[in-house]
C-alpha cells in the first residue's frame, strides 16, 4: 500500500535552481486562492515569525495525515521511512549537500541548537572541554538559543562570548570587525573557543550577517566548530551549505518556504564527531545517526516532514522558481522600505544589499518608543486597532553618540517589515494600494479607517502627542 | 423548576452514540484491514479529527494572534481537562508532551545531570523490568549509563499467573542490589507493559519502592490513560506518563507528564528549550518553538466523544476489556492454547498462545508472522516471541497481541481471525515445518 507522494514517476532530485518549463505560471487568482484562508482583514506583514503555507500544500499535508489514520501500522512500516527519506533528498540538492546523510529532519530551528548544544553540554560533562571553555554567538541571538546556551552550556561550567551586532548597520565590514574583536576576547586567559553560532540572517534586528566571511574568520582563529542558525535563510536568501563551510546548518522550511507548520533542516557537515550528534527526545533508533534519529522520535505526526517534495512543486509553479520568489520578495520589501523611511525622514536599519525578504525600517522618534514594552504595546496596538501585523524593535543605545536621529530626536524603534500587504478591497470598498505587490496576501481595510501603518503614524505625529504615551489607550 | 428526586428519576436516558455512528466516526480506517492492534499507533474519530482541523486552520489564519492570545489558554485548558482525569492535586503538575518517548527523555535526562553535577555516583543504578519498551532502554543507555548509571533488569515471568509473582522478582532484584551495595536512584515500571502485555501491581510495587528508598519513581504508562484505571493519588509516584493517542481517541500526537510537587520536580526542563526555559515544565512544553500544537489544544473536545458512549471513558473500558478477553480465550479455545495471564491482569489488550506448529522461534519470526498476517489476510496485530526458558517442555513460543477499541466488531474479527487462522494451519499440514515464515 504505497502512497502516491509526487515523486513516484518523476525525477527524484528535483532542482530548485530549474524550475519545470511551463507555459503557465501561477496568476494573482491562484496566489489569492492558495492563501485565502489568511484572515483577509489583516495586513499580514510578519511572515518571518512563523511563516505561511499555501492551500495546495496543506491539502498534500491532510493526503498523507489520513494515509496515516487509515492503516498507521503499514504506514510506518512501510510509507513512512520512505516518505522522510524523499524529503531528505529534495533538501540535500536545495542546500547543495554532499550526501543524504548530511541532512536531518527535525521541527524547528530551536531543536536543532538543542541537538547542537546538548553535544557541547556533554562534552563538558564528560571532561572533553574544560571549565570555562567557551561559546560565541551575537548578542542578537534568538532568545530560545541563548536559554539553550544557558541551559546546556553555562550549566555545564562552560561561558559565552556575545558579539555585539552594530545597529542600525551600513557595511558589513562593521560585523566583520566587531566579529574579530570578540574572538580575540574569548581567546584571552586561554581560553578555546569551541562553538561560534553565527545566525545567517538575525531575527531582531533583522540583518543579513556575512556568513561565508565569518565563518572563514573562525576557521583560522581555531574555532572548533561553527553552527550557522539561519532559521530565515531557506526560502529567503541562497543556501549554499557548501560555500558557507559550517559544520551545522538549520533553517525552518515554515518561514519562507511554504511548509506547514513545522519542518526543519538541520544540516551537519560529515565528521568524525557529527555521529555523536543525538536527538534528545531517544528512541529505539538511537544510535542509528542522526537522521534516523530524528525520523522516528516515537508516535507523532510527521506529515509536515513529509510533504516537502510538494512544497516544491508549488514554488516552481512560480516564475523562476525560488528564486524568483526572493528576487521578488526583496525587491519589494526594500522599495516598501525606502518609501516609508522616506515619507517618515527616518532610515533603514541596513543597506538594501544586507536585507532579503525583511528589512527594518525607523519608525520617528515622536512616538517615543523608550522599552520593549512600548514596542509591544504598540504591536498589540496595531494588530487590534489597525489589524496590521509587524514585529516592532525597541533599538537600545549604549551610546547615545551612535544614535541615529530624526529631526526630532533619536530613533529608538523600528518596525520589521517582512512579506507585504497588496492592499485592495472588494466590492463596494474603496480601493487603497500600499505600493508593493505581493505574493498572495491580501488585506481588506476600510475606507473610512486608518489604511496603513504610515497613515496611523503620521496622525499620531500629526496629533502632536509627542510625549512619551505610558498608555496606548485610544 | 421541577428539581424532585422523583422528577429527576423520570427523566429520560441520554442518547448515547450509536454502533452506526460508531462506524461513521472510524469510516477512514481501512474498510478491509482487521485492525485488531489499537495498542499500537492508537485511532482517533473523524469528529476529533475534525476539531483538530479548526485548530489548526486558526493558527494558519493569523498566527501571531493565535500565539499571543490562543495558545497558551488553550494549552492550560488541555492540562486542567487531564488533572481532572487523572486525579493530580495541581495543574501544574500536568506537562503536555508529544509521547511517552518525550516524557521519558526528559526524566533521564535530569537524572543525567545528577550524574554530571554530583548528587549521584558512578555506579548508581535504575531498575526496570526486561520488557520494557525499546524507546525507554535506548534512553535509559543515552542518559543514565551514558553518563555513568548501571542498570538493573527484573525478568518479569510470562506466562504470569498473579501479580505475587511479578512482586516477588521485582523484590529480589532490590534485594540483589542492597547487597551489593548499590543506590537506587530511580525505578521504571510500566503501568501496563508493552510486549508482552500484562497489567502490573503498580501500586504494590510504588510501595516496595519506597520501602526500600528509592529516589524516583517513574511509571511508564504508555498505555494507561484510556485502558486502565489512572489515579495518581492512589498510584504515589513521582512521575507518571500516558499517551493521549493510543487509547484516549487523541489525535497524533499527545500525552501528559505528571510530576509530583516536590523539590525536584521544579528542576525538569524539557529538552527543546525556548525563551520560557525556566519558567517550569510545564510552561516550556507549552511553547518549544514553531509547530502544530493542534493535537494537544483539542484535549477538552476528547471529553465530549467520550462522554456519547454509555458510562464515559469507564464504560468504554469496561466494554474493552469484556470483548477481548472473550475474544482471547475463545481463540485460545479454537486453538488449544491459553492467554498469556489471567483476565484481571489484561487491559483491553490480551495475549493469545499461537498454536506450537507455527514454529515461531525468533524475534525475526514474530516480525515475518506479522507482515504475513498483514499482506496475505489483510490483519494487523502484533506477535510476540516468547524465547522458551531452561527445562521447559513444549512452550508456547508465540502469542499475538489482540487489542479492543470501540471500532472493532467482537463476532466478526473473531470469525475472520479463526477462519484465517484454521486456513493459515491447514496450510502447514501435513507437515508443521517452516512453510509460511517463509513468505
Keep these: 500500500m504505497q502512497h502516491e507522494y509526487p515523486r513516484n514517476g518523476e525525477s527524484t532530485h528535483p532542482s530548485s535552481k530549474k524550475p519545470k518549463l511551463s507555459s503557465k505560471f501561477i496568476t494573482e487568482s491562484d496566489i489569492r486562492d492558495e492563501f485565502s484562508h489568511h484572515q483577509q482583514r ?28 487509515r492503516q498507521p501500522d503499514a504506514f510506518y512500516f512501510n510509507v513512512l521511512r520512505d516518505g522522510i527519506t524523499a524529503s531528505r533528498e529534495t533538501i540535500k540538492d536545495l542546500i ?40 560565541l554567538m551575537l548578542h542578537c541571538a534568538f532568545q530560545a538559543v541563548k536559554k539553550s546556551i544557558q541551559a546546556y552550556v553555562t550549566r555545564a561550567g562552560g561561558s559565552v562570548i556575545e558579539v555585539r551586532l552594530p545597529f542600525p548597520v551600513n557595511s558589513e565590514e562593521e560585523i566583520i570587525s566587531e566579529f574579530k574583536k570578540s574572538i580575540e576576547e574569548g581567546k584571552s586567559n586561554g581560553r578555546k573557543i569551541r562553538l561560534a553560532i553565527i545566525d545567517h540572517i538575525t531575527s531582531m534586528p533583522s540583518v543579513v550577517i556575512p556568513v561565508k566571511e565569518l565563518v572563514r574568520i573562525c576557521r583560522a582563529e581555531g574555532i572548533e566548530q561553527v553552527f550557522v542558525d539561519a532559521a530565515h535563510a531557506i526560502g529567503s536568501v541562497k543556501v549554499d551549505v557548501k560555500e558557507v563551510g559550517a559544520d ?90 525606502k518609501m516609508l523611511a522616506e515619507s517618515w525622514g527616518t532610515n533603514l536599519g541596513s543597506p538594501p544589499e544586507m536585507s532579503a525578504a ?70 463596494e470598498e474603496a480601493v487603497i494600494k500600499v505600493g508593493a505587490g505581493f505574493h498572495g496576501i491580501t488585506c481588506v481595510l476600510p475606507a473610512s479607517d486608518v489604511c496603513c501603518i504610515s497613515q496611523f ?6 496629533g502632536g502627542q509627542g510625549a512619551a504615551p505610558k498608555n496606548w489607550n485610544f | 423548576m421541577n428539581t424532585t428526586s422523583a422528577s429527576a428519576a423520570a427523566t429520560p ?153 511479578i512482586l516477588q522478582e521485582f523484590r529480589q532484584a532490590l534485594e540483589k542490589a542492597k547487597q551489593n551495595g548499590r543506590s537506587v536512584r530511580l525505578a521504571i515500571i510500566d503501568h501496563v507493559t508493552f510486549m508482552p502485555t500484562v497489567v502490573m501491581p503498580v501500586k504494590q510495587l510504588v510501595s516496595i519502592c519506597r520501602e526500600a528508598g528509592i529516589d524516583h519513581v517513574f511509571i511508564d504508562a504508555a498505555h494507561g490513560i484510556g485502558c486502565v484505571d489512572v489515579d495518581m493519588k492512589q498510584i504515589g509516584a513521582d512521575f507518571y506518563t500516558s499517551n493521549l493517542h493510543k487509547w484516549l481517541f487523541c489525535p497524533p500526537s499527545a500525552a501528559f507528564l505528571y510530576c509530583r510537587k516536590s523539590n525536584q520536580s521544579s528542576a525538569l526542563h524539557h529538552p527543546v528549550v525556548t525563551h520560557q526555559y525556566g519558567n517550569g515544565l510545564a510552561t516550556e512544553s507549552s511553547w ?39 475474544m482471547g480465550e475463545m481463540l485460545a479455545k479454537a486453538w488449544g492454547t491459553h492467554l498469556g495471564c489471567p483476565p484481571h491482569m489484561c487491559s483491553s489488550m490480551v495475549m493469545v498462545g499461537l498454536p ?30 516468547r524465547p522458551p526458558k531452561d527445562g521447559e517442555v513444549g512452550p508456547l513460543t508465540g502469542y499475538a497481541r489482540i487489542s479492543y477499541q470501540v471500532y472493532n466488531k467482537l463476532l466478526l474479527l473473531l470469525l475472520w481471525f479463526i477462519d484465517i487462522s484454521g486456513k493459515y494451519l491447514s496450510l502447514l499440514q501435513p507437515k508443521a515445518t517452516t512453510l509460511p515464515l517463509s513468505h
Design chain 1, 42 to 69: 489583516v495586513a499580514r506583514i510578519n511572515n518571518g515569525s512563523y511563516g505561511s503555507c499555501p492551500d495546495s500544500v496543506l491539502t498534500a499535508q491532510r493526503r498523507w495525515q489520513l494515509q496515516f489514520l
Design chain 1, 96 to 135: 547543495n549537500a554532499d550526501h543524504v546523510d548530511e541532512v536531518s529532519l527535525v521541527d524547528n530551528a530551536t531543536t536543532a541548537a538543542a541537538i547542537v548544544l546538548q553535544r557541547i553540554g556533554r562534552n563538558f560533562a564528560e571532561g572533553k572541554f574544560q571549565k570555562n571553555d567557551t561559546v
Design chain 1, 248 to 337: 551545522f546548518y538549520v533553517s525552518n522550511l515554515h518561514k519562507w518556504f511554504f511548509c506547514p507548520p513545522s519542518v526543519a533542516f538541520l544540516y551537519c557537515k560529515k565528521s568524525t564527531s557529527s555521529s555523536d550528534l543525538h536527538h534528545p527526545v531517544v528512541s529505539h533508533e538511537y544510535g542509528n545517526g542522526l537522521p534516523i534519529e530524528s525520523a522516528w522520535i516515537g508516535t507523532r505526526d510527521y506529515s509536515s516532514q513529509l510533504v516537502v517534495p510538494a512544497v516544491l512543486e508549488f514554488i516552481n509553479r512560480f516564475e523562476g522558481g525560488i528564486d524568483g520568489i526572493m528576487k521578488k520578495n526583496h525587491d519589494e520589501v526594500v522599495k516598501m522600505g
Design chain 1, 358 to 427: 525583511m528589512i527594518m525600517v525607523g519608525l520617528p522618534s515622536r512616538l517615543c518608543l523608550h522599552s520593549e514594552e512600548d514596542a509591544v504595546m504598540l504591536r498589540s496596538h496595531l494588530r487590534d486597532r489597525y489589524e496590521v501585523e509587524v514585529p516592532i524593535f525597541h533599538q537600545v543605545y549604549v551610546d547615545r553618540e551612535e544614535g541615529v536621529r530624526d529631526k526630532d530626536g533619536f530613533i529608538t524603534g523600528y518596525l520589521r517589515m517582512g512579506k507585504l500587504a497588496k492592499c485592495f478591497i472588494r466590492n
Design chain 1, 457 to 462: 503614524l503620521k496622525n499620531r505625529i500629526k
Design chain 2, 13 to 165: 436516558q441520554p442518547f448515547f452514540i450509536t454502533p452506526a455512528e460508531v462506524f461513521s466516526e472510524f469510516s477512514h480506517h481501512h474498510p478491509s484491514v482487521a485492525r485488531i492492534n489499537n495498542g499500537g499507533l492508537g485511532c482517533c474519530p473523524s469528529s476529533l479529527i475534525s476539531s483538530q482541523r479548526q485548530i489548526q486552520l486558526q493558527w494558519l489564519r493569523q498566527p501571531d494572534e493565535f500565539f499571543f492570545n490562543q495558545l497558551q489558554p488553550g494549552m492550560l485548558r488541555s492540562r486542567n481537562v487531564i488533572k481532572d482525569l487523572i486525579n493530580a492535586d495541581h495543574v501544574d503538575e500536568v506537562s503536555i508532551v508529544d509521547n511517552a518517548s518525550t516524557a521519558i527523555s526528559i526524566v533521564l535526562q535530569h537524572m543525567a545531570w545528577g550524574f554530571a553535577e554530583g548528587k549521584f555516583h558512578s555506579g548508581d543504578a535504575t531498575v526496570m523490568f526486561h520488557c520494557a519498551y525499546g524507546a525507554v532502554k535506548k534512553s535509559v543507555e543515552a542518559y543514565f549509563v551514558r553518563a555513568g548509571g548501571y542498570v538493573i533488569e527484573v525478568p518479569l515471568p510470562f506466562p504470569v499467573n498473579s501479580d505475587d509473582e
Design chain 2, 288 to 326: 518549544i518553538g514553531t509547530r502544530d500544537y493542534s493535537a494537544q489544544l483539542v484535549v477538552p473536545k476528547i471529553l465530549e466523544f467520550v462522554n456519547r458512549f454509555e458510562g464515559g471513558i469507564d464504560g468504554i473500558k469496561r466494554r474493552n476489556h469484556d470483548a477481548v478477553v472473550d
Design chain 2, 356 to 385: 506450537a506448529c507455527l514454529h515461531v522461534s525468533s524475534d525475526q519470526d514474530s516480525s515475518k508472522l506479522r507482515t504475513y498476517l498483514r499482506g496475505k489476510f489483510g490483519v494487523e496485530v502484533s506477535i510476540y516471541y
